[in-house]
T-cell receptor, first 113, second 114 residues
């Protein structure tokens, strides 16, 4: 089945550690996105990528990093510089501006302990 | 600055009632307006979307009303059911932009009482 797979579903991190969230899609989509969701804050864009080996900062990129070495994969690293990393992280993909529907993964809940 | 403003933040409706969620935007370049539905612990899924060349779009019990001059659009859920209890997000996109990103409202948590 085509879709977006995020892993792991739950992740615990100690303060001061970097952690990487995985996002893989087999929809052959060009564009991929990372969002952070906090209660009452909606979906805030962290990073997005329209093509391989290129990505742009979103609204809240500080403390995060990404790579796009393959079309199917867009991993997100939450670094120790992110002051408040506990949140629900969502990955999405779309054809870009050609087809406007965005498909979301099931999310990763990150908790700092 | 919030590109898309959504209200109310939460909504409680009795089974069989009408749920109405409103959104407003400022950027006149936006030309695609989707609504997403999200259940707890899941990712959002596209519910219904509209382009500004029509004033209304209906799919089953879900209707989007669009007012281009007022730069507002709303989601109406007719005959609301407990299974509709979820968080709803409106969004907007400028399809002509090379950035290709959606701007989301902050969401409305809908609870439908049986």
């Amino acid at each position: 089945d085509g879709g977006i797979t995020q892993s792991p579903k739950y992740l615990f991190r100690k303060e001061g550690q970097n952690v990487t969230l995985s996002c893989e899609q087999n929809l052959n989509h060009d564009a991929m996105y990372w969002y952070r969701q906090d209660p009452g804050q909606g979906l805030r864009l962290i990073y997005y990528s329209q093509i391989v080996n290129d990505f742009q900062k979103g609204d809240i990129a500080e403390g995060y990093s990404v790579s796009r070495e393959k079309k199917e994969s867009f991993p997100l690293t939450v670094t120790s510089a992110q002051k408040n990393p506990t949140a629900f992280y969502l990955c999405a993909s779309s054809w870009g501006t050609v087809n406007t529907e965005a498909f979301f993964g099931q999310g990763t809940r990150l908790t700092v302990v | 600055q919030q590109q898309v403003k959504q209200s109310p933040q939460s909504l409680i409706v009795q089974k069989g009632g009408i749920s109405i969620i409103n959104c407003a935007y400022e950027n006149t370049a936006f030309d695609y307006f989707p609504w997403y539905q999200q259940f707890p612990g899941k990712g959002p899924a596209l519910l219904i979307a509209i382009r500004p060349d029509v004033s209304e779009k209906k799919e089953g019990r879900f209707t989007i009303s669009f007012n281009k001059s007022a730069k507002q659009f709303s989601l109406h859920i007719m005959d609301s059911q407990p299974g509709d209890s979820a968080t709803y997000f409106c969004a907007a996109l400028d399809r002509g932009s090379t950035l290709g990103r959606l701007y989301f409202g902050r969401g409305t948590q809908l609870t439908v009482w049986p």
